[in-house]
């Protein structure tokens, strides 16, 4: 498979976008399911178990497809350097499909704690604000974003020359495909967990949120009182509206 063909760019952001749910989830639910040997964890458990998940599933893309598993990132990367639109509807598409396959097989692996859990489970899936307030949910996940896109533009390989011609690689994917970007954006992932998850459990991506949401839905889990279609536009487009602005701001700064 050629790296940065449309079959590479799909599988990669496909895998990559799974495997970051099927750990996300999964650190979601050894803390919040009775009967997990991690049970009652704990935030900085989890918010560490999610940065070791944008480890994994970037690195299992990043040769494949630049590793974004983030339409954030994607449609930021994408407006700073006016590159990679003829690729974003692919990378979509494959995040999304990517989110829903991670969080069944999340769902796999605690089949037997989901059967006995006596309570809604949506939380293990898909952000749940601690306060419910749409618009300040939104400017959470707007900050949470932003300062995520922001940080992947600023230190990602610029491919400028000194008369400003591009050479190389598509800036989009060069920016990504770094070995130690990967592990930066992975810490500051955990970052962003800490010092501005608790709002509204920090979706930053809406892949991590809505894929997982559509396999809750369908998945036969037992006590669910509902998918919570009227929050979940908030971290769809928070991060969308987050990813931009850092891109336009990224134009005119850096």
């Known amino acids: 498979m050629t ?38 964890g704990g935030w900085i458990v989890i918010t560490f178990g999610w940065g070791f998940a944008v480890l994994a ?46 969080a069944a097989l999340c769902w796999a692996a605690y089949m037997g704690h989901f059967r006995v859990a006596e309570e809604d489970t949506l939380g293990i899936f898909s952000t749940i604000p601690a306060i419910r307030n749409n618009v300040q949910n939104f400017v959470t996940e707007v900050i949470g974003t932003f300062v995520l896109v922001l940080f992947i533009i600023a230190t990602g390989p610029s491919k400028l020359p000194a008369g400003g011609e591009r050479t190389g690689e598509p800036i989009a994917t060069a920016i990504t495909q770094s070995g130690t970007g990967v592990l930066l954006v992975a810490l500051l992932v955990v970052g962003i967990g800490l010092c501005l998850g608790g709002p509204t459990g920090y979706a930053i991506n809406p892949a991590r949120d809505l894929g997982p949401r559509i396999a809750y839905t369908f998945l036969p889990i037992p006590n669910k009182t509902g998918s919570d279609w009227g929050y979940s536009w908030v971290p769809v487009a928070g991060p969308i509206v987050g990813g931009v602005l850092a891109a336009l701001v990224g134009k005119a700064v850096l």
């Not at 790296?3 to 050894?30: D, H, K, R, W, Y």
């Not at 700073?80 to 990517?98: C, K």
């Open 57 to 102: 599933g970037a690195y299992t893309a990043l040769n494949l497809s630049g590793g974004q598993i983030n339409p954030a990132v994607t449609l930021g990367l994408s407006t700073f350097t006016g590159e990679g639109w003829d690729q974003v509807p692919l990378r979509l598409v494959a995040q999304v499909l990517g989110g829903i396959v991670g």
């Open 3 to 40: 790296p940065g063909s449309n079959a590479a760019v799909f599988f990669g952001e496909f895998i990559g976008t799974a495997i970051l749910l099927l750990m996300g989830n999964g650190v979601v639910a050894a803390v919040l399911l009775p009967r997990s040997k991690a049970f009652a």
